[in-house]
């Protein structure tokens, strides 16, 4: 088993042909807070990937153990979608197509990057569902969006307008109401400006 990834809230590791994550003990919490903590969100993400409609290729579920903190999943070997845009920007339309079949599932990503995306047998994968989390709120999927937008803008200046504009039409084209969370998608860009402009 080897060590891939470490990040804030889990370690990946690799054995064979699956992904074992593994949510670490965060020592500044209250021990029995991090064990919910932690258990909680390790259903949640088992959840999220047993309930994503067929349509979102995600890395299928094996085993999940709240005692543990553990979840196992299938091994998507394939390249990151932050390395392939660029040069590949039709993608774009079938990532909008997907957030918007994840919205109308009412299942947030929570962390919607390129790098959380992976290009397989020309299909895109989505992966890390570690923030994600089920909700029918507009506010959500608007957020959720706006963190997409920022992070193309941050990895992909180059194309970024481009993109996103394939992205979000094939989101309105698939998104059921899509005029509510575009509305909201307004409201969360303009507190983001005016964040920006405090700093």
């Known amino acids: ?49 047993s309930k994503l409609p067929k349509e979102v290729f995600v890395p299928e579920l094996i085993s999940s153990d709240d005692k543990s903190m553990e979840i196992e999943m299938e091994y998507i070997i394939g390249q990151k979608i932050r390395d392939v845009l660029d040069d590949n920007i039709n993608l774009a339309k079938d990532i909008g197509k997907k957030i918007a079949i994840m919205h109308n ?16 047998c020309k299909k895109v994968y989505f992966i890390d569902f570690g923030l ?18 920022k992070a193309l803008m941050s990895k992909h200046h180059v194309v970024f307008e481009k993109a ?16 509510y969370v575009l509305l ?16």
């Open 184 to 199: 909201r998608l307004e409201k969360v860009e303009k507190r983001g400006r005016h964040i920006n402009k405090k700093k």
């Open 1 to 49: 088993m080897k060590l891939i990834s470490q990040g804030a809230e889990a370690k990946i590791y690799l054995d064979e042909d699956k992904i074992i994550k593994k949510r670490v003990k965060k020592n500044y919490r209250l021990e029995i807070l991090d064990n919910k903590l932690r258990k909680f969100r390790t259903r949640r993400e088992a959840k999220v990937l």
């Open 105 to 120: 599932s009412e299942i947030i990503h929570g962390d919607l990057t390129t790098s959380n995306m992976i290009l397989k």
């Open 164 to 179: 996103y504009e394939m992205a979000l039409k094939s989101y309105i084209k698939h998104k059921e109401n899509y005029k």
């Open 132 to 149: 994600s989390f089920f909700s029918e709120k507009v506010e959500d999927m608007a957020v959720d969006l706006f963190l997409f937008k």
